[in-house]
Every structure is written in structure tokens, then in C-alpha cells.
């Protein structure tokens, strides 16, 4: 029979001890970026706040600084945390100038990043209809918030976006209080409702324009846009967002990295 791990063993010690676990053991790292995880999960560091040194980490998981480093440095490959040199470790936000439009990849032909202008349509209170609640793991009926939108670009309209959140999540969600908010979306989403989007998955196809898009999109029917679904993921892989994009490219190109 396996002697248990005294109540007080480090992580380090536990890993020690699970050579023969098996293919399904989680390196020591794997473990304190789920512990640290957790712990942005749950608000412990908001969204912008500085979170623990190293050392302080390192102390306080029983592991060593290069243990924590690591586990830190894959949470800031996926844009969690965010390094700055001589300052520390924060907590990534989507209100920050180079994350903001992480999940936007609308680039204009010619001119410098999307400065985008905000036209708030409506945002109402609906009932999930049967594709939406599936792809965001709810029942058919349930309260959701949908909220359609235009971006402009120098005044010109280059993207019609509807967005479906399930509305348990976003309780207090208003026209007004989208209105009144002057940051990114997303930025609102953290700080008043304590939802971060992690991750996204995209699926596009080139559609005509049928005549409500294209009165909105100041194009001709039947003109090519660009349509963009995306489904955007809390921490856990949670689905907390569906959005519907139609984009005009007389003047963009949707830009993506590969690696």
C-alpha cells in the first residue's frame, strides 16, 4: 500500500513521489498554472492589479522560482498575464491598448490599427433560440442579452455585429450602460460583470448582402461581405459569447497569424 504525503509536502515533494503515476500526471508547472488559474478565475487579482512575485509565489506554492516562471510565462503566452520589464507580473485586460482588439482582426488597407467608432443599435432581453443556446451550452428559452452594433471607420460603416450572451452572466446589461461605456466591450464585460474572454474560435464565409445589411453597411444588395462567427470562451473552455459579424472590406482585410 502507498504511504500518503504528509498533510504539509510541497507540490514538489508530491511530484517526487508520482514517478509510476502514468502518462496522466501533470508536471509540477502544469499544476501551479492551474492553481494560478484558479486564482484569477475567482478575482483573487482583478483584471490590471499586479499579482504576486516569483519569489512570493514560489514561497507561497512550495516550488521553486523557475517552477513559477514557467507556469507564468505560458499564461502570458495566452495573453492571462501580461510581463512588463522592471514592474512585474499583471493580470491581462481587454482595456488595455494592445490587447483591446486581440479578437478584432479587421485591418485597413492602407493607415495605422482599427480606431473604430461604436454605433450601439439596441440591446434587449430575448429568449435563447435553438442554435444560439447550443452553441453556448444553454436550454432553448433561456434569458439572453442580444445586442447589435456598428463599427465605423473615419465614418464609414465597415462592420454590423450581433452579439448573444446568456443572460444570467450579464444581469444589469443596458443600452444605457453600453452607451455610457467609453472603453472597449470586453473591458466592460471584466470589470462590471466579472466575465474575461480567454479564447475564441472563428468561422468565416463570404455572403451577399441581403437589404437590411446592406442599408446598414451603406452598400449595394448582393454586395460580397465577409462573415464572421465567433464564439468566444471564459476560463474552464466556458462558451460566453456569441458573435455575428457581416464585414464590409471595399477598404479592410481580415488579417491573421499562423505559428
Aim: one cysteine or more; a positive charge; charged letters at 25%.
Amino acid at each position: 500500500m502507498r504511504a500518503m504525503a504528509p498533510p504539509n509536502s510541497s507540490l514538489l515533494d508530491a511530484e517526487a513521489q508520482a514517478g509510476a503515476a502514468g502518462p496522466n500526471f501533470s508536471p509540477l508547472y502544469k499544476q501551479i498554472k492551474g492553481l494560478l488559474t484558479r486564482s484569477l478565475q475567482s478575482s483573487e487579482w482583478k483584471p490590471g492589479e499586479a499579482i504576486p512575485s516569483e519569489m512570493e509565489l514560489a514561497a507561497r506554492y512550495k516550488v521553486s522560482q523557475g517552477t513559477v516562471r514557467k507556469a507564468i510565462d505560458e499564461l502570458a503566452a495566452e495573453n492571462l498575464l501580461v510581463r512588463r520589464q522592471g514592474k512585474g507580473t499583471f493580470v491581462a485586460t481587454h482595456a488595455e491598448q494592445k490587447i483591446q482588439y486581440r479578437f478584432l482582426r479587421l485591418t485597413p488597407d492602407v493607415g495605422a490599427g482599427p480606431g473604430l467608432e461604436r454605433q450601439l443599435l439596441d440591446c434587449r432581453r430575448v429568449r435563447a433560440p435553438a442554435e444560439v443556446a447550443r452553441s453556448l451550452g444553454l436550454r432553448t428559452g433561456d434569458a439572453m442579452v442580444q445586442v447589435r452594433r456598428m463599427l465605423h471607420a473615419s465614418g464609414v460603416p465597415v462592420v454590423l455585429d450581433e452579439i448573444w450572451l446568456p443572460g444570467h452572466l450579464f444581469k444589469g446589461l443596458t443600452a444605457e450602460r453600453l452607451n455610457e461605456h467609453r472603453g472597449p466591450m470586453y473591458g466592460l464585460f471584466e470589470t462590471e460583470f466579472g466575465v474575461r474572454m480567454i479564447r475564441a474560435e472563428e468561422k468565416i464565409r463570404a455572403v451577399a448582402a441581403d437589404a437590411l445589411s446592406a442599408e446598414l453597411l451603406q452598400v449595394p444588395p448582393g454586395s460580397p461581405l465577409l462573415s464572421v462567427e465567433r464564439l468566444s470562451h471564459t476560463y474552464h473552455d466556458r462558451p460566453v459569447e456569441l458573435r455575428r459579424g457581416l464585414y464590409n472590406t471595399s477598404g479592410h482585410f481580415y488579417r491573421n497569424e499562423l505559428s
